[in-house]
C-alpha cells in the first residue's frame, strides 16, 4: 500500500467514525488503540495450557471460523 492509499484509508475510516453514533462500534474500535497489559504480560504454563484446553473445546464444539469465512468476510468489510 502507498503513501497516498494509507492516507486515503485512515480519511475513509475517520468518516465511517464521524457516520456513525453506535456506542459499542466506538468502544470496539477505542480498544483496538489501547494496549491491554494481558497481552504483555506472559502466560504461565498453567494459563497456556488452560487455554490451549478452551481452544480445544471451542473446536469440538463447532465455535470456529474456517479461514476462507474469514477471508469472505474480511472482503465484505473492505
Same mark, same amino acid.
Given at each position: 500500500? &502507498?503513501?497516498?492509499?494509507?492516507?486515503?484509508?485512515?480519511?475513509?475510516?475517520?468518516?465511517?467514525?464521524?457516520? &456513525?453514533?453506535?456506542?459499542?462500534?466506538?468502544?470496539?474500535?477505542?480498544?483496538?488503540?489501547?494496549?491491554?497489559?494481558?497481552?504483555?504480560?506472559?502466560? &504461565? &504454563?498453567?494459563?497456556?495450557?488452560?487455554?490451549?484446553?478452551?481452544?480445544?473445546?471451542?473446536?469440538?464444539?463447532?465455535?470456529?471460523?474456517?479461514?476462507?469465512?474469514?477471508?469472505?468476510?474480511?472482503?465484505?468489510?473492505?
Amino acid at each position: 500500500m &502507498t503513501a497516498v492509499q494509507l492516507n486515503a484509508k485512515k480519511l475513509e475510516i475517520i468518516g465511517m467514525v464521524m457516520d &456513525t453514533d453506535d456506542e459499542q462500534i466506538l468502544s470496539n474500535l477505542a480498544l483496538c488503540f489501547q494496549p491491554s497489559a494481558e497481552y504483555l504480560r506472559p502466560m &504461565t &504454563t498453567d494459563e497456556f495450557h488452560k487455554r490451549i484446553n478452551r481452544a480445544e473445546e471451542d473446536i469440538a464444539a463447532g465455535r470456529v471460523v474456517s479461514h476462507e469465512e474469514m477471508g469472505r468476510w474480511i472482503s465484505e468489510l473492505q
